[in-house]
């Protein structure tokens, strides 16, 4: 069935730092989807790749998709305190999206 | 324009009762979904609807039951909740299959 996994779990990094999470598969994904989580909030969502080796920018985040469609990154250049929260990577298919269990990222002062 | 809407935010129930967390959206959505998040679990999937009067299960869906009588409402029941089911859980919905995903800001659940 559906399934993607995410690498690292948690993530400590010194603001001002960079910071990578990734998203792995074992089939052929149809899509990606990324959504951001503020601790105490709700996911929402950032953005969604498709097509095969995509790349995709938003200011300090840059998200990719693999050639083979089986895994999808995210960078964020130069945290700040704003970037801490989960970030959860999830393929939606047949009406529905299973999520990776998400990485947790903190930003020291 | 409300977006999704959860009641209530927070609840605390005893061993064995039962309950219902409500789910309203306002945006015509088709897609209709429930979560719950546990701490090093990440959002896993109850149920889900892709329209009125059609529901199927997700990943997690026993001790949950649920309805879509209508488009906009898509309520979660515990039929008996156990200590087990502690957790947040969210509702979503997104307009069609494949679209973004809309979440509303979560219900806190705790069962002693």
């Known amino acids: 069935g559906q399934q993607v996994m995410q690498i690292p779990q948690y993530q400590h990094v010194q603001e001002g730092e960079d910071f990578t999470t990734y998203c792995n598969s074992s089939?052929?994904?149809?899509?990606i989807q990324w959504y951001k989580q503020r601790p105490g909030g709700h996911p929402v969502f950032l953005i969604q790749?498709?097509?095969?080796?995509e790349v995709k920018k938003q200011k300090r985040l840059t998200f990719q998709f693999g050639e083979a469609k089986k895994n999808s990154s995210l960078h964020i250049t130069a945290t700040q305190t704003t970037d801490v929260g989960t970030y959860f990577c999830?393929?939606?298919?047949?009406?529905?999206?299973?999520f990776g269990k998400g990485t947790r990222l903190h930003i020291l002062p | 324009n409300a977006g999704v809407t959860q009641t209530p935010k927070f609840q605390v129930l005893k061993t064995g009762q039962s309950m219902t967390l409500q789910c309203a959206q306002d945006?015509?959505?088709?897609?209709m979904s429930w979560y719950r998040q546990d701490p090093g679990m990440g959002l896993r999937l109850i149920h889900y609807?892709?329209?009125?009067?059609?529901?199927d299960q997700g990943e997690v869906p026993n001790g949950y039951n649920v309805s879509r009588s209508t488009t906009e409402d898509f309520p979660l029941r515990l039929l008996s909740a156990a200590p087990s089911q502690t957790s947040v859980y969210f509702c979503?919905?997104?307009?069609?299959?494949?679209?973004?995903?809309?979440f509303g800001e979560g219900s806190w659940l705790t069962v002693v």
């Open positions: 790749l498709v097509k095969s080796g």
């Open positions: 945006m015509n959505h088709e897609y």
């Open positions: 089939t052929t994904l149809s899509n």
């Open positions: 979503a919905s997104s307009q069609y299959s494949g679209n973004t995903i809309y």
């Open positions: 609807s892709v329209g009125a009067g059609i529901t």
């Open positions: 999830g393929e939606n298919r047949d009406d529905k999206i299973i």
